[in-house]
């Protein structure tokens, strides 16, 4: 079965702080790992990555994928309070749908 | 620039009552359409999907039921709510090409008493 793991399940930390979320995958004929960030209301994406060892970047926001290892880190870096939300990680295996499996969620909190 | 809305925002609901959810996207044709249900702090679990009109594929046994009656609307209906239906709903859409990333719409919070 496919399965989708994140850790931790919730985070706090203080401004400045660098944080690192984790999700660990098993997934079938993988194609896509995505983070998305969802603060009130809808997920907002963030990366997809397909290929292992290419890191991708936006502003503090990095992300890299270990297909050997079947896992991607987020990194935050230089936490700001308006960085508080939950980070999903989701997964693309076969098929031709384009539906996503997703883990639990990591809910961060930066405090000021 | 595309766009996808849901209604209503918010919604509670006594056990045992009808529900229908409304999910429209604009600014694109053919999209693959999902639903999502979020509970309280936790992972998005995948409910059913739709690929074009008419065609629904159910992910999970439940007593929810989906519908796409047009290209870009996504019905999500049950005819008798449980308890267990509360939860934040989230309607998505992607490109019909397989490997792209899924937009969000605002979801609905339901609330069964």
């Known amino acids: 079965e496919d399965k989708v793991v994140q850790s931790p399940l919730s985070l706090v930390v203080h401004e400045g702080d660098t944080v690192t979320l984790n999700c660990s995958y098993e997934?079938?004929?993988?194609?896509?790992l995505l983070w998305y960030k969802q603060e009130k209301k809808a997920p907002t994406f963030l990366f997809m990555l397909t290929s292992s060892g290419i890191e991708k970047k936006s502003g503090r926001l990095s992300s890299i994928l270990d297909k050997k290892e079947l896992f991607s880190i987020l990194n935050i870096t230089a936490t700001q309070t308006g960085d508080s939300a939950i980070y999903l990680c989701a997964v693309r295996g076969s098929g031709n749908t384009g539906k996503l499996i997703f883990g639990q969620g990591t809910t961060l909190q930066v405090k000021p | 620039s595309q766009t996808i809305h849901q209604w209503p925002a918010t919604l509670v609901q006594p056990v045992g009552s009808p529900l229908s959810l409304e999910c429209t996207v604009e600014g694109t044709s053919n999209p693959n359409l999902y639903w999502y249900r979020q509970a309280a702090g936790r992972g998005l679990q995948l409910l059913f999907y739709?690929?074009?009109?008419?065609?629904i594929s159910s992910e999970v046994p439940q007593n929810l039921s989906a519908s796409r009656p047009q290209d870009r609307q996504f019905i999500l209906s049950s005819k008798k709510l449980l308890l267990s239906d509360s939860g934040f709903y989230l309607c998505?859409?992607?490109?019909?090409?397989?490997?792209?990333?899924?937009?969000f719409g605002p979801g609905t919070r339901l609330t069964v008493l």
């Open positions: 998505a859409w992607s490109v019909l090409t397989v490997n792209n990333e899924q937009f």
């Open positions: 739709s690929v074009g009109i008419g065609q």
């Open positions: 997934v079938t004929n993988f194609r896509s």
